[in-house]
Structure formats: structure tokens, C-alpha cells
């Protein structure tokens, strides 16, 4: 094993990264929810009404998934953790793309697509290597499994625990998330003071809040371009020339 040293880099990744791979993002214009209400296949209420539609919502993003492949941000990431920094992931993506690229500290806020869960205790899940979830399919307590997503109007069972690692960073990488969706983009208020704040996103002039570092790239260029000065240095800064450039 590698040892890691610092200082920490925490990285909150959002839809934008696994875009680059493939998968459809919820908010663009051909995003997932144009034909998919969100109250139909993303809410309690919704798994109550018709859980068997609900079922094969997820098991088409599931199919998704499996297909993707991970990009140049989510390699770049991995060797960095890999070439000895500390990395330390928080992504609002259920997909498992950055454990594929070989990053071990990640923690899903949202849930992971490839797990089953059960509707009566949510802390049994179960792997989902192969297929889906149908009804009837029961967890070891007898009650029908779900996808292990947090929907909306449900609580997001590890916000704290990410909080705690972003109030441990030595620098925050913001990547491919438009900070819109609640409470993942109370995060960045638990940065340290003196801790940089970077955003990567196309769009990220628009986007960055005030004090955040904007580089204008999309995810599999600016976080490559990012990881290959940090490992020729051998440590975290922030290449004034190249931001300007951005």
C-alpha cells in the first residue's frame, strides 16, 4: 500500500464528471427527467404509487452504469491517491466510476445504483454485480428490496460525515456540479478558511461562489491538467498562470 501524505485534498464531484462518461445528467435539456417525473420515479410517494415503475427506472440507469467507463478526471484522481497524496472523495454521483478508476476513499451522498437496500432497514444493502431488483425480491428480514438512492424528500444519511471531511482539507476540488442540489452545496461553508477552493466546470465562472477559484474546463481536461502539476511539484498549490488562462 502506498503511504498517503499531505496535505488533504478533498474532491466533491457532481454529474458533470460521469457526463464525460456517458451518463445522463437529471437537470440538462435531454437529461433524464424529461421523460421521467421526478415525483414518478424519484420520491417515496413514488415507489408507494407504482414501485414496479420505480424498479425499472433504476434498472435502466443501472444498465447506464455498467456501460460507462471512467475518464481522464477520474483516472487523473485515482493516480494522485495512488502516487502516495491524500484524496479524499465526496460525490453526488451514484455511479461507482471513481472506485473503477482505482480511488478507495470515496463517500456517496447520495447512494449507489449497484446496491440493493432494504425498505425496512436501510442498513442492509447488497451488492448488485449482475441484473436488477424485482418485486418480490427480499432483503434477510423479509422486506422488498429498493435501490440504494437517496430520493428526494429523504434524508441524506452521510451529509455529516462529509462535512467533517471537508472541514479536514488542505484544499477543496469542486468538480462538474452546478452546487444547485441541497444540502450537498452547503459543503463548501465547512472549508477552512484557509483552505483554496477550486471549481472545475465549463461553466464554472458562472458558477463559482464568491472566494472560489474558477477554471472554466470540462472535468477531463481540467483535472488531468490540475493532477500532473500536483504530482510534478509534490504538493497542492494553484498555478496562477494556467487559472488566468482558463
Known amino acids: 500500500m502506498v503511504e498517503q501524505r499531505g496535505p488533504h485534498l478533498v474532491v466533491f464531484t457532481g454529474a458533470g464528471i460521469s457526463a464525460e462518461s456517458g451518463i445522463q445528467t437529471f437537470r440538462a435539456s435531454d437529461g433524464l427527467w424529461a421523460d421521467h417525473p421526478i415525483e414518478e420515479v424519484a420520491t417515496p410517494e413514488g ?3 407504482d414501485p414496479e415503475r420505480v424498479l425499472r427506472f433504476y434498472d435502466q440507469r443501472r444498465d447506464q452504469v455498467r456501460r460507462a467507463r471512467p475518464n481522464a478526471a477520474h483516472r487523473a484522481l485515482a493516480s494522485l491517491e495512488q502516487q502516495g497524496f491524500a484524496v479524499s ?3 453526488q454521483n451514484i455511479d461507482d466510476l471513481h472506485e473503477r478508476a482505482g480511488s ?3 463517500l456517496h451522498l447520495h447512494g449507489e445504483i449497484l446496491k440493493a437496500r432494504s425498505t425496512l432497514d436501510p442498513r ?5 454485480p449482475r441484473g436488477g431488483i424485482r418485486l418480490g425480491d427480499l432483503c434477510d428480514k423479509g422486506s422488498q428490496l429498493r435501490p440504494d438512492v437517496v430520493w428526494f424528500g429523504e434524508g441524506v444519511p452521510h451529509f455529516m460525515d462529509a462535512c467533517e471531511t471537508v472541514a479536514r482539507a488542505d484544499l477543496l476540488l469542486v468538480v462538474g456540479t452546478s452546487l444547485a442540489v441541497m444540502p450537498a452545496a452547503a459543503l463548501l461553508e465547512h472549508t477552512p478558511l484557509d483552505a483554496p ?5 465549463p461553466e464554472a465562472r458562472a458558477l463559482a461562489p464568491p472566494g472560489t477559484t474558477a477554471l472554466a474546463q470540462p472535468a477531463g481536461r481540467g483535472v488531468p491538467t490540475l493532477v500532473r502539476h500536483w504530482k510534478r511539484e509534490g504538493r497542492l498549490w494553484l498555478p496562477e498562470t494556467l487559472l488566468s488562462e482558463a
Open 124 to 128: 442492509i444493502c447488497y451488492p448488485l
Open 47 to 49: 415507489w408507494r404509487r
Open 104 to 106: 478507495r476513499q470515496v
Open 89 to 91: 472523495i465526496i460525490t
Open 197 to 201: 477552493c477550486v471549481l472545475v466546470d
